[in-house]
């Protein structure tokens, strides 16, 4: 079963340079994810009630096109596969016929109090997976070096956080671009998380990155009790060549 939502993009989800950021992007595409479970069950509130709740692990995206304060868009969201201690979603966004952004994502179950997986089994969706796959170039694994430089430190604050009181999975891009020296005319076209350990508020923590050979961006947030946070991979291109 496939779930669609149709939006306008918010001026406020908007960057300086006046386009929807990646985070921006990525949380349109897991509100409509969001919204199936609303509509079909489970609930995040019920899965939280029952000790239990979805974990992101590892997610892909593309960002092929640009989006503009008021665009109308419609994402269509669906599960590809269940089994074993994992979900696969996939998600487009579009505005008409022009495919905006293209995401594959995995994401888990956890036990809240042991933090152990959960099978899939264990879980009863309302609503049915689909056969149907989704092609996306940004990788959904990748490798970094193990010591690159280091390109900022701060503490996880309020701003950062959802309601588990950790940083929420869609602000790493910006915490990423953010550690760039300047994201003026440039904008994020593919990105890849790895998403390991939670940054949790009020937790100093130090982001250290680097390019690669091919031009990406890499990034890992390392913990102050030395544990790897999250890893990125950033693809930037200039919005006038786009």
């Not at 779930?3 to 918010?10: H, L, N, Q, S, Y």
């Not at 430089?149 to 956080?161: G, I, N, Q, S």
């Amino acid at each position: 079963m496939k779930m669609k939502a149709k939006f306008r993009v918010d001026s406020h989800d908007t960057d300086l340079n006046g386009i929807a950021s990646a985070g921006a992007i990525m949380r349109y595409m897991q509100e409509t994810a969001n919204l199936q479970h609303v509509r079909y069950g489970p609930t995040m509130e019920e899965l939280r009630q029952a000790g239990k709740a979805f974990i992101l692990s590892r997610v892909c995206l593309d960002i092929p096109g640009i989006l503009y304060p008021q665009d109308v868009i419609e994402v269509t969201s669906w599960l590809c596969e269940a089994k074993g201690y994992g979900y696969t979603r996939n998600t487009v966004l579009t505005r008409g016929s022009e495919t905006i952004a293209s995401m594959h994502a995995f994401w888990g179950v956890m036990d809240i109090e042991s933090r152990h997986p959960i099978r899939v089994e264990e879980i009863a969706l309302g609503f049915d997976t689909e056969n149907e796959a989704l092609t996306v170039q940004a990788p959904m694994r990748f490798r970094l070096p193990k010591e690159m430089p280091l390109l900022d430190e701060r503490f996880v604050v309020y701003t950062d956080c959802d309601e588990n009181c950790h940083i929420n999975n869609t602000r790493y891009p910006g915490i990423f671009c953010s550690a760039l020296d300047d994201m003026r005319g440039r904008r994020v076209t593919g990105l890849s998380l790895n998403y390991m350990n939670e940054a949790r508020l009020g937790k100093l923590f130090s982001i250290t990155g680097q390019r690669d050979e091919d031009g990406a961006y890499l990034f890992r947030i390392l913990l102050e009790d030395g544990r790897i946070g999250t890893e990125g991979r950033l693809l930037l291109a200039p919005i006038a060549a786009v």
